[in-house]
Protein backbone atom coordinates (compact mmCIF):
# COMPACT_ATOMS: atom_id res chain seq x y z
CA UNK A 1 0.00 0.00 0.00
CA UNK A 2 0.71 3.51 -0.32
CA UNK A 3 3.32 5.34 2.66
CA UNK A 4 4.02 8.75 2.85
CA UNK A 5 7.20 9.95 4.32
CA UNK A 6 6.77 13.95 5.72
CA UNK A 7 10.19 15.84 6.84
CA UNK A 8 10.61 17.49 8.96
CA UNK A 9 8.87 16.38 12.44
CA UNK A 10 9.10 19.99 13.91
CA UNK A 11 10.15 23.60 12.21
CA UNK A 12 10.50 26.07 14.23
CA UNK A 13 10.75 29.81 12.14
CA UNK A 14 10.78 33.72 12.94
CA UNK A 15 7.62 35.56 11.91
CA UNK A 16 7.74 36.93 8.12
CA UNK A 17 10.35 33.94 7.24
CA UNK A 18 9.40 31.13 4.98
CA UNK A 19 8.33 27.15 5.93
CA UNK A 20 8.82 24.47 3.89
CA UNK A 21 7.47 21.00 4.45
CA UNK A 22 8.59 17.78 2.44
CA UNK A 23 6.69 14.77 1.91
CA UNK A 24 7.67 11.79 -0.67
CA UNK A 25 5.24 8.93 -1.62
CA UNK A 26 5.56 5.41 -2.53
CA UNK A 27 2.63 4.67 -5.33
CA UNK A 28 3.22 5.86 -8.32
CA UNK A 29 -0.49 5.22 -8.79
CA UNK A 30 -1.59 8.32 -6.33
CA UNK A 31 -2.50 11.46 -8.07
CA UNK A 32 -4.20 13.71 -5.52
CA UNK A 33 -2.31 15.44 -2.46
CA UNK A 34 -3.83 17.53 -0.20
CA UNK A 35 -2.58 19.36 2.87
CA UNK A 36 -4.41 19.76 6.64
CA UNK A 37 -3.73 21.88 9.08
CA UNK A 38 -4.03 20.70 12.60
CA UNK A 39 -4.62 23.21 15.06
CA UNK A 40 -4.71 22.12 18.89
CA UNK A 41 -7.88 20.32 19.82
CA UNK A 42 -9.46 20.40 16.34
CA UNK A 43 -9.73 18.68 13.18
CA UNK A 44 -7.51 19.10 9.87
CA UNK A 45 -8.76 21.73 7.88
CA UNK A 46 -7.60 21.55 4.15
CA UNK A 47 -5.95 24.33 3.53
CA UNK A 48 -4.40 23.35 -0.34
CA UNK A 49 -4.32 20.05 -2.31
CA UNK A 50 -2.72 19.45 -6.16
CA UNK A 51 -3.60 17.03 -8.42
CA UNK A 52 -1.17 15.17 -10.54
CA UNK A 53 -1.62 16.88 -13.66
CA UNK A 54 0.11 20.10 -12.67
CA UNK A 55 3.18 20.66 -10.88
CA UNK A 56 2.54 23.67 -9.00
CA UNK A 57 -0.54 25.47 -7.36
CA UNK A 58 -0.91 28.69 -5.45
CA UNK A 59 -3.20 29.89 -2.86
CA UNK A 60 -2.19 33.58 -1.32
CA UNK A 61 0.90 32.98 0.92
CA UNK A 62 0.61 29.31 0.69
CA UNK A 63 2.34 26.58 -2.60
CA UNK A 64 2.29 23.33 -2.89
CA UNK A 65 4.44 21.80 -6.11
CA UNK A 66 4.37 18.38 -7.16
CA UNK A 67 7.17 16.31 -8.50
CA UNK A 68 5.32 13.08 -9.79
CA UNK A 69 8.84 11.80 -11.00
CA UNK A 70 10.82 11.93 -8.10
CA UNK A 71 7.52 11.00 -6.00
CA UNK A 72 7.46 13.85 -3.95
CA UNK A 73 5.65 17.10 -2.83
CA UNK A 74 6.14 20.36 -1.02
CA UNK A 75 4.35 22.79 0.75
CA UNK A 76 5.41 26.69 0.87
CA UNK A 77 4.14 29.17 3.62
CA UNK A 78 5.86 32.56 2.83
CA UNK A 79 5.19 35.74 5.09
CA UNK A 80 4.85 33.27 8.03
CA UNK A 81 2.96 34.66 10.66
CA UNK A 82 1.97 33.41 14.23
CA UNK A 83 -1.30 32.06 13.34
CA UNK A 84 0.10 29.67 10.98
CA UNK A 85 1.86 27.91 14.27
CA UNK A 86 0.04 24.26 13.97
CA UNK A 87 0.75 20.68 12.70
CA UNK A 88 0.83 19.72 9.02
CA UNK A 89 -0.04 16.67 7.37
CA UNK A 90 0.62 16.03 4.38
CA UNK A 91 -1.66 12.96 2.02
CA UNK A 92 -1.88 11.03 -0.90
CA UNK A 93 -4.39 8.91 -2.59
CA UNK A 94 -5.78 8.06 -5.65
CA UNK A 95 -8.43 10.38 -6.83
CA UNK A 96 -10.63 9.02 -9.99
CA UNK A 97 -13.73 6.32 -11.30
CA UNK A 98 -13.99 3.12 -8.90
CA UNK A 99 -11.29 4.78 -6.56
CA UNK A 100 -11.78 4.99 -2.70
CA UNK A 101 -10.30 7.95 -2.57
CA UNK A 102 -8.84 7.16 0.86
CA UNK A 103 -5.82 9.47 1.95
CA UNK A 104 -2.52 8.00 3.60
CA UNK A 105 -1.09 10.32 5.89
CA UNK A 106 2.55 11.57 6.86
CA UNK A 107 3.27 11.70 10.33
CA UNK A 108 2.97 15.58 10.57
CA UNK A 109 5.10 18.65 11.26
CA UNK A 110 4.06 20.89 13.84
CA UNK A 111 5.51 24.34 13.02
CA UNK A 112 6.15 27.09 15.35
CA UNK A 113 6.26 30.91 14.20
CA UNK A 114 7.85 33.00 16.67
CA UNK A 115 6.71 36.53 16.69
CA UNK B 1 -22.81 25.93 5.82
CA UNK B 2 -22.07 23.37 8.46
CA UNK B 3 -19.21 21.12 8.86
CA UNK B 4 -18.65 17.88 9.46
CA UNK B 5 -19.95 17.75 13.03
CA UNK B 6 -18.59 14.47 16.01
CA UNK B 7 -20.20 13.90 19.35
CA UNK B 8 -19.30 13.51 21.95
CA UNK B 9 -16.09 15.59 21.26
CA UNK B 10 -14.52 13.80 24.73
CA UNK B 11 -15.11 10.64 26.11
CA UNK B 12 -13.21 9.10 29.14
CA UNK B 13 -14.36 5.19 29.80
CA UNK B 14 -13.43 2.21 32.03
CA UNK B 15 -11.68 -0.39 30.08
CA UNK B 16 -13.89 -3.18 28.85
CA UNK B 17 -17.24 -0.43 28.68
CA UNK B 18 -19.12 0.25 25.09
CA UNK B 19 -18.50 3.22 23.48
CA UNK B 20 -20.03 4.68 20.58
CA UNK B 21 -19.52 7.95 18.47
CA UNK B 22 -21.61 9.78 15.76
CA UNK B 23 -21.10 11.47 12.93
CA UNK B 24 -23.15 14.15 10.51
CA UNK B 25 -21.73 14.54 7.56
CA UNK B 26 -22.10 17.44 5.11
CA UNK B 27 -25.17 17.44 3.79
CA UNK B 28 -25.59 15.76 0.27
CA UNK B 29 -21.94 14.22 0.68
CA UNK B 30 -22.48 10.72 -0.72
CA UNK B 31 -18.62 9.35 1.08
CA UNK B 32 -18.62 9.19 5.04
CA UNK B 33 -14.49 8.16 5.95
CA UNK B 34 -13.58 7.29 9.88
CA UNK B 35 -10.12 7.53 10.94
CA UNK B 36 -8.13 7.04 13.83
CA UNK B 37 -5.33 9.19 15.33
CA UNK B 38 -2.78 8.54 17.82
CA UNK B 39 -0.23 11.36 19.09
CA UNK B 40 2.46 11.93 17.14
CA UNK B 41 0.93 10.05 14.26
CA UNK B 42 -1.15 11.32 10.96
CA UNK B 43 -4.87 10.13 10.48
CA UNK B 44 -5.12 6.65 9.59
CA UNK B 45 -7.93 5.06 7.87
CA UNK B 46 -10.24 2.54 8.81
CA UNK B 47 -13.56 2.71 7.32
CA UNK B 48 -15.73 4.36 4.49
CA UNK B 49 -18.97 4.21 3.42
CA UNK B 50 -20.46 5.13 0.10
CA UNK B 51 -24.25 6.22 0.69
CA UNK B 52 -25.21 3.75 3.38
CA UNK B 53 -23.03 0.59 2.06
CA UNK B 54 -19.71 0.01 3.84
CA UNK B 55 -16.88 0.11 0.82
CA UNK B 56 -14.16 -0.94 2.48
CA UNK B 57 -12.75 -1.82 6.09
CA UNK B 58 -9.02 -1.41 6.99
CA UNK B 59 -7.13 -4.47 9.16
CA UNK B 60 -6.80 -1.78 12.03
CA UNK B 61 -10.66 -2.36 12.38
CA UNK B 62 -10.48 -5.46 14.99
CA UNK B 63 -13.32 -7.20 15.70
CA UNK B 64 -14.68 -5.08 18.41
CA UNK B 65 -15.38 -2.00 16.01
CA UNK B 66 -18.11 -1.71 14.15
CA UNK B 67 -19.37 0.96 12.19
CA UNK B 68 -22.76 2.03 10.88
CA UNK B 69 -24.56 4.61 8.14
CA UNK B 70 -28.02 3.15 8.28
CA UNK B 71 -29.70 5.63 6.27
CA UNK B 72 -27.08 7.24 4.07
CA UNK B 73 -26.51 9.83 6.19
CA UNK B 74 -25.19 10.36 10.03
CA UNK B 75 -23.13 7.40 10.99
CA UNK B 76 -21.76 5.48 14.17
CA UNK B 77 -18.76 3.97 15.06
CA UNK B 78 -18.91 1.65 18.17
CA UNK B 79 -16.07 0.20 20.16
CA UNK B 80 -17.40 -2.87 22.23
CA UNK B 81 -15.03 -3.98 25.42
CA UNK B 82 -12.61 -1.13 24.91
CA UNK B 83 -8.82 -1.41 25.58
CA UNK B 84 -6.36 0.95 26.78
CA UNK B 85 -4.47 0.91 23.45
CA UNK B 86 -8.12 2.50 22.32
CA UNK B 87 -7.05 5.37 23.32
CA UNK B 88 -6.92 8.22 20.37
CA UNK B 89 -9.06 10.38 18.16
CA UNK B 90 -11.30 8.69 15.94
CA UNK B 91 -11.98 11.46 13.26
CA UNK B 92 -14.97 11.51 10.50
CA UNK B 93 -14.56 12.98 7.01
CA UNK B 94 -17.45 13.08 4.45
CA UNK B 95 -17.11 14.34 0.82
CA UNK B 96 -18.72 14.55 -2.36
CA UNK B 97 -17.29 12.31 -4.98
CA UNK B 98 -18.30 13.79 -8.62
CA UNK B 99 -16.80 14.90 -11.93
CA UNK B 100 -14.16 17.85 -10.02
CA UNK B 101 -12.88 15.08 -7.46
CA UNK B 102 -13.45 14.20 -4.12
CA UNK B 103 -12.46 17.02 -1.90
CA UNK B 104 -12.29 15.02 1.66
CA UNK B 105 -13.63 17.41 5.46
CA UNK B 106 -12.54 16.30 8.71
CA UNK B 107 -14.59 17.14 11.89
CA UNK B 108 -12.95 18.12 14.95
CA UNK B 109 -12.71 14.32 16.49
CA UNK B 110 -13.83 12.69 19.22
CA UNK B 111 -10.81 11.83 21.67
CA UNK B 112 -11.62 8.76 23.64
CA UNK B 113 -9.54 7.44 26.59
CA UNK B 114 -9.64 4.48 27.93
CA UNK B 115 -8.42 4.10 31.82
Known amino acids: GENVEQHPSTLSVQEGDSAVIKCTYSDSASNYFPWYKQELGKGSQLIIDIRSNVGEKKDQRIAVTLNKTAKHFSLHITETQPEDSAVYFC??????????????FGKGTLLTVNP | DTGVSQDPRHKITKRGQNVTFRCDPI?????LYWYRQTLGQGPEFLTYFQNEAQLEKSRLLSDRFSAERPKGSFSTLEIQRTEQGDSAMYLC?????????????FGEGSWLTVV
Open chain 2, 27 to 31: SEHNR
Open chain 1, 91 to 104: AASISGGGSNYKLT
Open chain 2, 93 to 105: ASSLVGPSGNTIY
